[in-house]
């Protein structure tokens, strides 16, 4: 878990008042099948609190751009795509298996920086009660 994915994942633990189970993962949500292994890659989800039903995904620019540092357009994946097409076929079909499975699935997007120096934590607490509220998820005060 980077920087950025475990600091927006405290938050929401916090205004949850419960820790959520962090890159858990499930035999629904399945990468391409590998033709060397004959093996296909449970997808890992950001987190998730069961009893919710809540999966939090957290989206840094690379979920949203191009960015040639993760992406390595170079090399062909199991899918037979780069890393960044790769990752956005991924992200789109674990995600939507876990709708499909019942769970609330909440998209929480990254703006700005890998950087943590320039966060307000106050603000983004705010920010993500917010998101919380809207989508009708009770924070652990309720």
Same mark, same amino acid.
Do not use: C, N
């Given at each position: 878990?980077g920087?950025?994915?475990?600091? #927006? #994942?405290? &938050?929401?633990a /916090?205004? &949850?008042?419960?820790?959520?189970?962090?890159?858990?993962?499930?035999p629904?949500a399945?990468?391409?099948?590998?033709?060397?292994?004959?093996?296909?890659?449970?997808?890992?989800?950001?987190? #998730?609190?069961?009893?919710?039903?809540?999966?939090? /995904?957290v989206?840094?620019?690379?979920?949203?751009?191009? +960015?040639?540092?993760?992406?390595?357009? +170079?090399?062909?994946? #199991?899918?037979?795509?780069? *890393?960044? /097409?790769?990752r956005?076929?991924?992200?789109?079909?674990?995600?939507?298996?876990?709708?499909?499975e019942?769970?609330?699935?909440? +998209?929480?997007?990254?703006?700005g920086? *890998?950087? &943590?120096?320039?966060?307000? $934590?106050e603000?983004?607490?705010?920010?993500? $009660?917010?998101?919380? $509220? +809207?989508?009708?998820?009770?924070?652990?005060?309720?």
């Amino acid at each position: 878990m980077g920087a950025v994915e475990e600091y #927006v #994942v405290s &938050l929401l633990a /916090e205004i &949850l008042g419960e820790q959520p189970e962090r890159g858990k993962s499930y035999p629904w949500a399945r990468g391409d099948t590998s033709q060397k292994t004959g093996h296909a890659r449970q997808l890992p989800f950001d987190a #998730v609190w069961e009893t919710r039903r809540l999966i939090v /995904e957290v989206d840094e620019s690379q979920h949203r751009q191009s +960015e040639p540092f993760f992406d390595h357009v +170079e090399t062909l994946t #199991v899918s037979g795509v780069h *890393r960044g /097409e790769q990752r956005r076929i991924y992200d789109q079909r674990k995600r939507a298996a876990a709708r499909r499975e019942g769970y609330l699935v909440l +998209e929480i997007p990254w703006k700005g920086s *890998r950087s &943590l120096r320039r966060r307000d $934590r106050e603000t983004d607490l705010q920010l993500y $009660r917010q998101i919380l $509220r +809207e989508t009708g998820v009770t924070d652990g005060s309720a």
